[in-house]
């Protein structure tokens, strides 16, 4: 008679470190690429993304040979989480990663009311001050003047915090 016997000779497969998405990172682009670290004596990879911490609903389950995978999965609005495991030549596998979150924001604030000056309205400052009204989910406005409706001369092209901008000549 003869007798088949597999030995299991692999040492404990260590976990996978996450690199991107990072954890808590806001995105705002609909197909996603995850990365992570390599692991010694693995030859692929288990990566779920779920739309719950605890993974009841996985959008995606899949094995890699690859330390990336670029998602086919069209992602909407909301929060998202995802992991990584590592499995090695004899079948076994590590423990998860670390999960970590992201959030799609995909839909664009609303644009600023322009408040002052007045559309068509002739300066004879030659510091004038332009104010627009706050966007509340605004992190930040882009600022541009030019003398001309179609702006193809760009005066001034600045990033902002704040609701207003005094133009200074220089």
Do not use: C
Not at 15 to 41: H, M, Q
Not at 98 to 104: E, G, M, V, Y
Not at 131 to 146: G, H, P, R, T, V
């Amino acid at each position: 008679n003869f007798y088949f016997v597999k030995v299991d000779t692999s040492i404990y497969i260590q976990s996978p470190t996450l690199e991107l998405p990072d954890d808590n990172e806001l995105l705002n682009i609909r197909i996603i690429t995850f990365y992570w670290n390599g692991v010694l004596n693995a030859n692929s990879y288990q990566i779920h993304v779920a739309s719950s911490i605890n993974f009841n609903t996985t959008l995606i389950d899949t094995i890699v040979l690859e330390i990336s995978y670029s998602s086919s999965y069209i992602f909407t609005d909301g929060s998202y989480y995802w992991r990584v495991r590592a499995k090695d030549n004899s079948g076994n596998y590590s423990n998860w990663s670390s999960i970590r979150k992201f959030t799609l924001d995909l839909i664009s604030p609303n644009s600023p009311l322009l408040l002052f000056p007045p559309n068509d309205t002739v300066l004879i400052s030659v510091q004038p001050e332009f104010i627009w009204e706050m966007i509340s989910d605004a992190k930040y406005y882009n600022f541009q003047l030019s003398n001309n409706i179609n702006f193809d001369n760009i005066l001034k092209d600045i990033t902002l915090l704040d609701t207003k901008y005094n133009y200074l000549d220089n």
